[in-house]
């Protein structure tokens, strides 16, 4: 039997439109939700992902500012933004899309982020909070992941995990959730021996390895949730996950698409935490 479709795009519209009810209420009280997002130069895939929160902002009711520096941009110049953003008082959420510029070092422009409005969750504050279980802006794809798959009803107590890659972004945070609704997690990544093998006993398969179409129908176990991270383009130029869709869709019990999965959950879950960031400066969280 084919898996079951768990959409990003149905539930990525029901969090913004709970999230547009929230804004309406604070604005009317005189108080707007600010999300500020610095990108640096000219990365194409950059700019889309920018426009993407932007448009989302416009749909909850949040105020968007985009800070578009040059690709020269210092560090030192670059840090004095996320200064003068973090001392702004009209600002509740902000963050620099990634990646920045070779010239600068990422870590210590996170680190200009005050934890309060780290939307993104990418500051080692946030880092080390979800690393020890204490309440925090969680990062947006690992938090979309597992909304996706509490929203599919899949279980997760008990049942093995495995994630495919270890970035800071999706991989190390996306374990450390799915390790706290008690899943037993395993993290592979490219020095893995046995990654097949590994992969085929995952009850839950989270690919966030960026290569298209890696994880195959063989490498999974029948009846697992498969949930895909990657954005990548396809031989035939067409936007493709790092599962072989066509294929594993056969032997999953449930898969989420490439487009239409999780990147939409990563941009809803953006807008979640600018809210929660909004609500905690103005005591109402
Ligand atoms: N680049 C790719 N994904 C992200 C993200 O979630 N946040 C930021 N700031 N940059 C990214």
């Known amino acids: 039997m084919a898996a079951q479709i768990i959409s990003g795009k149905v539930l990525a519209a029901q969090i913004k439109e709970s999230v547009r009810?929230?804004?309406?209420?604070?604005?009317?009280?005189?108080?707007?939700?600010?999300?500020?997002?610095?990108?640096?130069?000219?990365?194409?895939?950059?700019?889309?992902?920018?426009?993407?929160?932007?448009?989302?902002?416009a749909e909850c009711g949040i105020e968007s500012k985009l800070l578009h520096l040059p690709a020269e941009v210092t560090q030192t110049e670059l840090l004095r933004v996320m200064e003068t953003l973090a001392d702004n008082k009209d600002v509740h959420g902000m963050l620099a899309q990634l990646p920045l510029p070779a010239q600068i070092d990422d870590q210590k422009i996170i680190a200009?982020?005050?934890?309060?409005?780290?939307?993104?969750?990418?500051?080692?504050?946030?880092?080390?909070?979800?690393?020890?279980?204490?309440?925090?802006?969680?990062?947006?794809?690992?938090?979309?992941?597992?909304?996706?798959?509490?929203?599919?009803?899949?279980?997760?107590?008990?049942?093995?995990?495995?994630?495919?890659?270890?970035?800071?972004?999706?991989?190390?945070?996306?374990?450390?959730?799915?390790?706290?609704?008690?899943?037993?997690?395993?993290?592979?990544?490219?020095?893995?021996?046995?990654?097949?093998?590994?992969?085929?006993?995952?009850?839950?398969?989270?690919?966030?390895i960026g290569k298209a179409k890696f994880v195959t129908a063989d490498m999974v176990k029948p009846g697992a949730a498969v949930i895909d991270v990657g954005i990548n383009r396809g031989e035939d130029g067409k936007l493709c996950g790092d599962v072989d869709f066509d294929a594993v869709q056969q032997k999953a019990g449930w898969i989420s698409p490439v487009p239409g999965g999780v990147g939409l959950m990563t941009r809803a879950m953006l807008m979640v935490n600018t809210l929660k960031a909004c609500k905690q400066q103005n005591g109402l969280a």
């Open 21 to 57: 009810a929230e804004v309406n209420t604070l604005t009317a009280q005189g108080i707007r939700p600010c999300l500020a997002v610095v990108l640096a130069g000219d990365n194409p895939a950059s700019a889309t992902y920018v426009r993407g929160k932007q448009k989302d902002c």
């Open 112 to 208: 200009a982020i005050p934890p309060e409005k780290d939307v993104d969750g990418f500051t080692p504050v946030s880092a080390g909070k979800l690393l020890i279980g204490e309440e925090s802006m969680l990062p947006c794809t690992p938090a979309g992941v597992i909304a996706m798959l509490k929203y599919a009803g899949v279980p997760l107590a008990g049942k093995r995990a495995v994630v495919l890659g270890r970035s800071n972004i999706v991989g190390k945070p996306a374990s450390l959730l799915l390790l706290r609704e008690n899943c037993t997690v395993t993290v592979c990544h490219s020095k893995t021996q046995g990654l097949q093998d590994i992969c085929a006993e995952a009850d839950i398969l989270v690919a966030a």
